[in-house]
């Protein structure tokens, strides 16, 4: 939700900063900006729409200058228009400010400002920033920025500069993250640490309320009452590599095809075959408070908060207690019940997503003990965690979560595993036998997306459809919302999510012969209830596609030659989730390509969503 870059050193600045956007695009992508400063002063550039428009400017008409700014929008205040994108400047056009966040309080000071006598030309409520500082300036851009914040209200990852001021950047955070990137004699600032891999591993992450300085060869750390703040630097493991396209077509096919390797690095090194143990160490500090727990609640948004949904059955059948499952966004607006007794388990792939932050919060606050799930070391909900279980997806790019989401899936099994050996809920042999089965994924992950079956001819009558209905039941009917979700969020085709026992009680009202019915069959528990669905659809003259266990010849007696077999390898049902979502994001996919979407920056979405 919105990408920020800032860089400061001997490299020319606008190569930098649109190469970090290049990667932050991801997180908004209506229109972009620029701004350097160079012995002509301080030069700005903006773009209505993809950063692409901006780079056909700038080579145009090119800009240059040893240090700058640069920012992708995704817009909150004001359309999105050449206008309203950032950087913002101040009256005088000497100093600029980019903003990832809301201003909540800006109305009030726009309206104070006004009455100063500052000219608006904008309908955002970043352009506040730029008049407030302005007015605070005495000759310190930071002692100014410090001021500033101390009046504003709402969340914020600001990063300002100023034209007397060579070489200085000056970033605030509350809410949004911002993160330095260290090396010598330069200095980087962003949004995230994807943004800056080729250039450094080494972070510092910006905590609420840190106001940066950095020149070149200096980095200043307060709070906001201007005191030195400590702040150890990370040094981050991901490969630059991982964060390009590498061959594929788009982002989100080349992390289709990286799940396997994905969930291998997410089990790798925690699964203690031999003695029947799951080794996490980073929840060690926790181990009480998951041993004692008297109940689970999982907070997550979007695709994670379908892992949640996995994990509560996982969680329930292994280690035997209950679990609850809660949308960031719902957690705080209900009275949930929640006290010293619970633990809470935070999802999500950015660890920065506004809304599962403040339900985790919230939780913490009523007394439960907190873990988090989650693929960004180092984000904000690590560092409010007691610990935290990594999922080692690398950087993940695509706007639609894939490889994120299976890892999750294995880090939650890997959780329900060690909850159930903490509380002797699971033997050492039965833990045993699932590690077993755990171990085999990766290898039938890449099975089954070696030979996915005919889905890009599916695609092509994909695209027709005006809706699609996915089926599932128990464990499964997460992984129906999750393709569900896929199809409609990258293809805009209408689709929903339905436990397929409930159809009947709605949604095969709708069935016709323009409706996609995509129907979940793995054998196990209510394979036969499964089945039974399935007939209800072809009686109504639907066409289906089943995903069923390869071999199973009785799903191929009730299908036609209108309806469609896609086939999985066979596993335990537990874990067979992590192979039936894979034919979901192909299909969401292949029939997103062949209707001509941007795949991996779908419209009105954003990778990390950091506004409530
Ligand atoms: C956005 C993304 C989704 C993601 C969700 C939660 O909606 O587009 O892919 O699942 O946020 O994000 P998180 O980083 O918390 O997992």
Redesign the pocket.
């Known amino acids: 939700m919105c990408g920020i870059v800032g860089y400061v050193g001997s490299r020319d600045a606008v190569g930098v900063i649109l190469d970090g956007l290049k990667r932050l695009e991801y997180r908004g992508y209506d229109s972009a900006g620029i701004a350097v400063v160079s012995s002509g002063g301080l030069q700005r550039r903006r773009s209505e729409g993809k950063l692409q428009n901006l780079v056909r400017s700038l080579a145009a008409e090119p800009l240059s200058g040893a240090f700058g700014l640069g920012h992708t929008r995704w817009a909150t205040h004001g359309r999105p228009s050449e206008e309203n994108a950032h950087p913002h400047q101040d009256c005088t056009g000497r100093l600029v400010v980019v903003h990832n966040g809301i201003i909540e309080n800006y109305l009030a000071l726009k309206a104070r400002l006004e009455g100063a006598g500052h000219r608006f030309v904008t309908q955002t409520d970043t352009e506040v920033v730029a008049h407030l500082v302005e007015s605070l300036y005495a000759g310190s851009l930071e002692e100014a920025v410090r001021r500033a914040v101390g009046e504003l209200e709402g969340i914020y990852a600001l990063v300002l500069m100023h034209e007397s001021e060579p070489q200085t950047l000056v970033a605030a955070r509350v809410g949004p993250p911002l993160v330095v990137g260290l090396a010598e004699g330069e200095h980087f600032l962003a949004s995230d640490v994807a943004a800056l891999l080729p250039y450094t591993r080494d972070f510092v992450f910006l905590d609420d309320g840190d106001i940066v300085t950095v020149t070149p060869g200096a980095m200043r750390l307060v709070n906001a009452a201007g005191e030195p703040v400590v702040r150890q630097a990370q040094r981050i493991l991901w490969d630059p590599i991982q964060a390009e396209k590498g061959g594929y077509r788009h982002f989100m096919l080349k992390e289709i095809h990286e799940q396997p390797q994905a969930v291998r690095d997410t089990l790798f090194g925690r699964m203690g075959l031999e003695e029947g143990e799951v080794h996490i160490e980073e929840l060690a500090g926790a181990a009480a408070s998951l041993a004692e727990a008297k109940r689970v609640v999982l907070i997550?948004?979007?695709?994670?908060?379908h892992a949640a949904l996995v994990g509560k059955f996982l969680i329930e059948q292994i280690a035997g207690l209950p679990a609850e499952v809660d949308y960031?966004s719902e957690f705080r607006y209900r009275t949930p019940i929640v006290d010293a007794s619970t633990l809470a388990v935070a999802?999500?792939?950015?660890?920065?997503?506004a809304d599962?932050l403040a339900a985790f919060r919230e939780a913490k606050r009523l007394g439960a003990s907190g873990v988090a799930i989650c693929?960004v070391q180092g984000s904000m909900l690590t560092r409010e965690a007691a610990g935290t279980l990594l999922t080692h997806a690398g950087p993940e790019i695509g706007?639609?979560?894939t490889k994120?989401?299976t890892s999750q899936l294995v880090a939650l099994a890997l959780l329900a595993l060690h909850l159930g050996r903490l509380r002797g809920t699971l033997s050492r042999d039965a833990c045993r036998r699932h590690l077993e089965s755990l171990a085999r994924l990766p290898h039938l992950m890449e099975q089954a997306l070696a030979a996915p079956g005919p889905i890009e001819e599916l695609a092509k009558a994909a695209v027709k459809a005006s809706d699609f209905l996915y089926l599932g039941r128990g464990i499964h009917y997460p992984i129906a919302l999750e393709g569900a979700l896929k199809l409609k969020?990258i293809s805009y085709i209408h689709a929903e999510g339905y436990p397929a026992g409930e159809m009947k009680h709605g949604p095969i009202a709708l069935i016709d012969e323009r409706m996609g019915i995509v129907a979940l069959c793995p054998r196990g528990r209510v394979y036969e209830k499964m089945l039974s669905n399935v007939q209800e659809v072809k009686a109504r003259g639907g066409r289906v596609i089943a995903v069923a266990t390869a071999g199973d010849s009785e799903i191929r007696r009730i299908l036609d030659a209108a309806d469609t077999l896609l086939e999985v390898p066979a596993l335990d049902e537990l874990w067979s989730p992590l192979l039936f979502v894979l034919p979901l994001q192909l299909l969401a996919y292949y029939t997103a390509v062949r209707a001509g979407r941007d795949v991996d920056q779908p419209r009105n979405?954003?990778?990390?969503?950091t506004v409530e």
Do not use: Y
């Not at 997550?300 to 908060?305: E, F, V």
């Not at 979405?605 to 969503?609: G, T, Y």
């Open positions: 997550a948004c979007g695709t994670s908060w960031g999802i999500s792939q950015s660890g920065e997503t599962t693929n706007v639609a979560s994120a989401f969020e979405l954003a990778k990390s969503v």
